[in-house]
């Protein structure tokens, strides 16, 4: 039988080797986010396009092979947002509750995705560089699939009752990330907007042009600050 006075030392090791994972995590994301900041400063500086994985190692102080241990390239660098984002997105969905209509759950991912998308310190960044750049827009645009698929999937479980239903899956899936763009356009555009204030604008925006009202009448100004 061991002693009392060995116990407390094989569970302060036994703490040490838990804690050792969590560490680790800590110190991967810690170099992520180092390499991911030197490069948005440097893709705001010179451009996406100028911008050499050299340049980023050199302004992040770190190695080509620590680069690569993170990222494939620049342009993986760039996507993997849109990763995170597909993430968001599937938390979105399923806090819906199934019964629930189709058009809420439209609007709760819409919401909760700008939301999330919004918390990212560098977000206004993100967006400037996509929206100056063909080749980051691109970049990004390459994963975005995936996002489409999963929402698509999403929308079908509850469209159910005909193919015509169905087949409408996509276009709702095509319609949910739409709007989500329209929202960070336009949060990004105004510069000082509170998300929330503009994702309820643009599903407003939404909700009107889809049931046929505003033709051909401007809508009243709405303030967001």
């Given at each position: 039988?061991p002693?009392?006075?060995?116990?407390?030392?094989?569970?302060a090791?036994?703490?040490?080797?838990a804690?050792?994972p969590?560490?680790?995590?800590?110190?991967?994301?810690l170099?992520r986010?180092?390499i991911?900041?030197a490069a948005?400063?440097?893709f705001?500086?010179?451009?996406?396009?100028a911008?050499r994985?050299?340049d980023?190692t050199?302004?992040a102080?770190?190695?080509?092979r620590?680069f690569?241990?993170?990222f494939?390239?620049?342009?993986d660098?760039?996507a993997?947002?849109?990763?995170e984002?597909r993430e968001?997105v599937?938390?979105?969905?399923?806090?819906?509750?199934?019964?629930?209509?189709?058009?809420?759950l439209f609007?709760?991912t819409v919401?909760?995705a700008?939301?999330?998308?919004?918390?990212?310190?560098?977000?206004?960044?993100?967006?400037r560089?996509?929206?100056t750049?063909p080749?980051?827009r691109a970049?990004?645009?390459?994963?975005v699939?995936?996002?489409?698929?999963?929402?698509?999937?999403?929308?079908?479980?509850?469209?159910?009752?005909s193919?015509?239903r169905e087949a409408?899956a996509?276009?709702?899936?095509?319609?949910?990330?739409?709007?989500?763009?329209?929202?960070?356009?336009m949060?990004?555009e105004?510069g000082?907007?509170?998300?929330?204030?503009?994702?309820q604008?643009?599903?407003?925006a939404?909700a009107?042009?889809?049931?046929?009202?505003?033709?051909g009448?401007?809508?009243?100004?709405?303030?967001?600050?």
């Open positions: 039988m002693s009392r006075r060995k116990q407390p030392a094989a569970a090791r036994g703490l040490r080797r804690a050792q969590a560490l680790l995590e800590r110190k991967q994301q170099v986010g180092a991911r900041d948005l400063d440097l705001l500086e010179k451009g996406f396009e911008v994985v050299e980023i050199a302004r102080g770190v190695s080509r620590t690569f241990r993170y494939a390239s620049k342009d660098l760039m993997q947002g849109v990763d984002f968001v599937r938390q979105a969905v399923a806090s819906c509750p199934p019964g629930r209509p189709v058009m809420e609007r709760q919401m909760q700008a939301r999330e998308s919004a918390s990212d310190p560098r977000a206004r960044d993100v967006l560089i996509m929206f750049s080749a980051a970049a990004q645009l390459s994963r699939p995936a996002v489409e698929d999963l929402l698509e999937e999403a929308f079908r479980r509850r469209c159910e009752g193919p015509a409408a996509g276009a709702l899936a095509r319609m949910t990330l739409s709007a989500v763009g329209a929202v960070m356009r949060w990004y105004d000082k907007a509170d998300i929330t204030a503009v994702s604008a643009v599903l407003d939404f009107q042009l889809l049931s046929g009202g505003g033709a009448r401007a809508a009243a100004p709405r303030k967001f600050v």
